[in-house]
């Protein structure tokens, strides 16, 4: 397992070597020291260490306060204090430069280790966060389907590109802006109640259709998945809503319907046509096919009574 790298930022010799063995006694690796403030930022961008320890009072113009706020600015490297100055006036500057730790001289070897310790892995616990939030910014702002964080009193926080361009509009214009000012207000009241009821509910996603517009001029009828989320706790914390433009659909499922309709009339009108046309077909065919029969009746009749008569 690879030692962490400390650097030392002492301007006294003798105490530097001092903590250097300090250092090197608890597993640690130390790969320069340094004796001013300017120093200390030159040999971090040669040498990149894990962790600085700064003495807050050194020589020269940059002292150990003004050397971490600049290491903050330009680094990701933890700085952890160490002096033997514990005024609160001292503090107090130092604390604004947001250290990783404080240790005060003379200290033991174990405070030592333990200031180090908690600094390292409260640092990477921080890098690993973020490198989590980037990812997750990442995906929220390139997913294709338009996605907005609300808050509680359902005021939008968060948009993505997507969103914008479905409702064409500005992430200025919907930010802060009511989540359900984009709706129409019918829609608004029902659903309104609805998504109240999440809070209370063991399913805490509804989905539903409705005409979203962020002027009103334009409107898309969009397809949302409304979900609660919750804290670590279990406090209802923020809404995330997930839309989709379902406005070409919609008015494709219309096309069909009236097309289905349209068919349908066809077909009654086709039908009733058929049916007027065999009653009209069927009287007068029925006479002469009655007629017909009756003079074939009668000429049998005819033809039966001559030939008996030519037999007698």
Not at 76 to 87: K, M, R, S
Not at 114 to 129: F, G, N, P, T, W
Not at 145 to 170: C, P, W, Y
Not at 216 to 237: M, Q, Y
Request: one cysteine or more; hydrophobic letters at 40%; a negative charge.
């Amino acid at each position: 397992m690879i030692s962490p790298q400390i650097m030392v930022v002492e301007d006294e010799g003798v105490v530097a070597q001092d903590i250097k063995f300090t250092l090197k006694s608890l597993g640690y690796s130390i790969p320069a020291i340094a004796s001013s403030g300017e120093e200390a930022i030159a040999k971090i961008n040669e040498f990149s260490p894990d962790l600085v320890l700064m003495d807050i009072r050194l020589k020269g113009k940059m002292d150990g306060i003004k050397a971490t706020k600049k290491i903050s600015e330009d680094f990701d490297i933890p700085v952890v204090y160490l002096t033997a100055y514990a005024d609160e006036k001292t503090i107090a500057r130092a604390k604004k430069t947001m250290p990783y730790g404080f240790v005060i001289k003379p200290f033991e070897k174990n405070d030592l280790k333990s200031v180090i310790e908690v600094a390292l892995y409260r640092h990477k616990r921080e890098r690993d966060l973020q490198v989590r939030e980037k990812l997750s910014n990442r995906i929220f702002d390139r997913s294709p389907i338009g996605m907005a964080i609300i808050d509680m009193n359902f005021r939008i926080r968060k948009v993505n590109g997507a969103l914008l361009k479905i409702l064409e509009t500005s992430k200025e214009e919907l930010v802060r802006a009511s989540f359900f000012g984009l709706m129409e207000a019918a829609d608004s009241k029902i659903l309104k109640k609805d998504i109240n009821d999440l809070v209370s509910r063991d399913d805490e996603t509804i989905i539903f259709e409705s005409s979203l517009g962020a002027n009103r001029v334009k409107t898309a009828v969009a397809s949302v998945t409304f979900t609660l989320i919750r804290d670590d706790e279990g406090e209802p914390w923020y809404y995330l809503a997930m839309i989709e433009d379902i406005t070409e659909r919609k008015n494709y499922e219309e096309k069909l319907e009236k097309d289905k309709n349209r068919a349908e009339e066809c077909t009654e009108h086709s039908l009733a046509f058929l049916s007027n046309m065999s009653h009209e077909i069927k009287t007068p065919l029925s006479t002469i096919i009655g007629y017909s029969n009756l003079m074939l009746n009668s000429d049998a009749k005819g033809e039966s009574r001559d030939y008996l008569e030519r037999r007698r």
